[in-house]
Nanobody
Framework: QVQLVESGGGLVQAGGSLRLSCAAS????????MGWFRQAPGKEREFVAG????????YYADSVKGRFTISRDNAQNTVYLQMNSLKPENTAVYYC?????????????????WGQGTQVTVSS
């Protein structure tokens, strides 16, 4: 069992940066594949970034490549999403998710645990 709590969201101007954190509790965090997703009003939840259990592999949605960076600290049971050069279209609720199985996947149904989300609003 993994419990996830996101933080770090807020209001930022276009071109600015935010760093999201996801604090996890539970014994299996360090072996879990972790992902960040987002959901804008009226849209489906979409994959943003993922990272393997040992940080050896990361994967990004095309729309955020070069601007967002996912990382994790297993000693602190935390995964991060550094977001730079933010755009108004990045406005959404951002969710942290954990997957028991190994391997990268962008499908929401493949993740077993979810946080409650944190709001990110980018003003133009």
């Amino acid at each position: 069992q993994v419990q996830l709590v996101e933080s770090g969201g807020g209001l930022v101007q276009a071109g600015g940066s935010l760093r999201l954190s996801c604090a996890a509790s539970g014994r299996t965090f360090s072996s879990s594949y972790m992902g960040w997703f987002r959901q804008a009003p009226g849209k489906e939840r979409e994959f943003v970034a993922g990272i393997s259990w040992n940080s050896g592999s990361t994967y990004y949605a095309d729309s955020v490549k070069g601007r967002f960076t996912i990382s994790r600290d297993n000693a602190q049971n935390t995964v991060y999403l550094q977001m730079n050069s933010l755009k108004p279209e990045n406005t959404a609720v951002y969710y942290c998710a954990a997957r028991r199985a190994l391997g990268t996947t962008t499908y929401t149904s493949s993740y077993n645990y979810w946080g409650q989300g944190t709001q990110v609003t980018v003003s133009s």
